[in-house]
């Protein structure tokens, strides 16, 4: 069984807490990584494809 695709908003969510760990932590990557996140979360969907069960 394969796992739903995350939503939009599940991955903006995760690219705020890698930001904030990053800043709690100093780590200038993954605050980078968050902000990235957060402006295009990733789909593992290509437009122009079905997915198939």
Do not use: F
């Amino acid at each position: 069984m394969s796992r739903p695709p995350a939503s939009t908003s599940t991955e903006q969510v995760k690219g705020s807490v890698k930001e904030a760990i990053g800043k709690l932590t100093g780590d200038i990557r993954m605050q980078a990584e968050g902000r990235a996140q957060k402006r295009s979360p990733k789909s593992d969907v290509k437009p122009g494809t079905t997915r198939r069960s």
